[in-house]
């Protein structure tokens, strides 16, 4: 996500090959079945023709013969209720939302919008605004948030060093930086003699997490780097120069922290160990993409995680298939602009030669801005399903197992950037750049006066230059 875009190095566009047909490694479809299909004990009890799949009725049936539904019997009947009806109004701001998503057990959701606003809401509570943040030293949106793991604080990030962390139990709904609320400044550049001090956009930050402790921030910069962050000592711990050129993402792959996926435009996947970070090399390289990675999603085990990709495309990966080094070139794909063009139509259908993923998704696009995926909840799909924002207005809900399109979720005016599917409940909440953040529900009454139509619309408005890749 770089303003003077770098293209994928290494030889010409006759070195890709076709792609034409959807595979899946048979580890992993077998993995999510289990996960997301009835289990063996309670099939005994289901009665009727068995090449069909049981209904919902018939698993709580079952229920009176094993006395309990598994988390696969559970993930199997909430993944039949997909958040497909709607959408319903939840907030709408007059600057793109950029960034959406739930907490991760539920009870909150962080919107935040190009116009300096940061939006919580009580989910629990009818929706309503817990905070409304006003952001500080913003450059033209904000990049990034995470919430602490206690959910007491939250973080945000722009396109400059400084991430700033505000409480957001606090008594009292609005928080002007510093007036209201402190909004504490932590200064990633500090400390490098690479960076000037009076530089204050010496780099952008595009990428946030804190650590699974709440002890540090981890950081993906248009500066090639990943960055640590440690709160206790208030101090950057950690620069690693990870990729050559923008790291656009960066994330854990579990509960332990350990083990971070980064994705940049030079179109690689890295793979970090933190227990050996001092090496300052990755732990292993998995190369597929054509073009830039715009956003990781990980499943959560540790081995396999989802990336989206400027080559219009979600991969999914194993990391137990990783390089220890980039050990082919990386081809051209075709030269192209994806912050004003659309993506060459010759280059749909093609793959990398060294492609080292498990499967690949397609049919949304990614254009204009670094538009993310995500796996379904575990709890209630049994992440059966991957889904995505796209640049032409719609929510995409993809089976792993089969590659299809399942669900096209259409309404908005612009481009959806940021979607999320919340934990427990069928219910899916979307971001776009026409300034509306919606819900989706399996279920809901058209005649709730929150209810959107198609006259609600709005288109989106384009006030500023094409500056920045966002």
């Not at 997909?82 to 009870?107: H, I, N, Q």
């Not at 606090?170 to 000037?196: I, K, P, Q, R």
């Not at 650590?211 to 000592?233: C, F, H, K, P, Q």
Request: net charge neutral; hydrophobic share 35%; aromatic share 12%.
């Amino acid at each position: 996500m770089r303003g003077r875009r770098r293209s994928c190095r290494g030889g010409s566009s006759s070195q890709l090959v076709p792609d034409d047909s959807f595979s899946i490694d048979e580890e992993i479809s077998h993995l999510t079945k289990l996960s997301s299909e009835p289990s063996h004990s309670t099939g005994r009890f289901i009665q009727g023709n068995h090449k069909k799949p049981p209904s919902s009725f018939k698993l709580l049936a079952g229920r009176e013969g094993t006395g309990r539904l598994s988390l696969a019997d559970r993930a199997y009947v909430m993944g039949r209720h997909l958040p497909l009806k709607g959408p319903w109004f939840l907030d709408c701001m007059d600057s793109e939302a950029y960034v959406s998503r739930f907490s991760d057990d539920g009870s909150l959701f962080v919107a935040g919008f190009r116009g300096s606003h940061i939006r919580i809401y009580d989910v629990q509570k009818g929706w309503k605004v817990q905070k409304d943040i006003i952001a500080r030293s913003l450059r033209w949106t904000i990049t990034d948030t995470s919430l602490s793991p206690d959910q007491h604080y939250l973080a945000y990030a722009s396109l400059t060093p400084i991430v700033h962390v505000v409480n957001v139990q606090t008594g009292g709904t609005e928080s002007y930086a510093n007036v209201t609320d402190v909004h504490e400044g932590l200064d990633f550049s500090h400390g490098f003699s690479d960076y000037s001090d009076d530089d204050d956009y010496s780099f952008g930050i595009f990428s946030i997490k804190f650590s699974m402790d709440g002890r540090e921030i981890v950081a993906g910069t248009n500066n090639d780097s990943i960055y640590v962050y440690d709160l206790l000592a208030n101090k950057v711990s950690l620069r690693l120069v990870a990729h050559t050129a923008d790291v656009n993402v960066v994330t854990f792959a579990d509960e332990t922290g350990n083990i971070i996926f980064s994705g940049s435009d030079d179109s690689l996947c890295k793979v970090w160990d933190r227990r050996c970070f001092t090496r300052e090399k990755p732990a292993g390289v998995l190369a597929g993409h054509l073009d830039g990675i715009t956003f990781i999603d990980s499943r959560g085990d540790g081995r396999y995680f989802i990336s989206n990709g400027k080559d219009q495309a979600i991969k999914l990966w194993d990391i137990r298939k990783m390089s220890s080094s980039v050990k082919f070139s990386i081809p051209r794909a075709y030269d192209w602009d994806y912050r004003w063009m659309v993506y060459p139509s010759e280059a749909q259908h093609m793959k990398h030669p060294h492609d080292q993923s498990l499967a690949t998704f397609r049919g949304h696009s990614v254009l204009r801005t670094l538009i993310r995926c995500y796996f379904s909840p575990a709890l209630s799909t049994g992440q059966r399903y991957i889904y995505t924002g796209s640049s032409d207005k719609c929510v995409y809900i993809y089976d792993i197992v089969s590659g299809e399109i399942v669900a096209k979720l259409g309404w908005h005016g612009s481009i959806i950037r940021d979607c999320s599917w919340h934990p427990h409940h069928p219910t899916l909440v979307s971001s776009s750049w026409d300034g509306y953040v919606v819900r989706w529900e399996a279920s809901g009454d058209d005649a709730d006066p929150s209810s959107l139509k198609a006259k609600n619309q709005r288109r989106h408005f384009e006030t500023y230059q094409m500056s920045f890749e966002l």
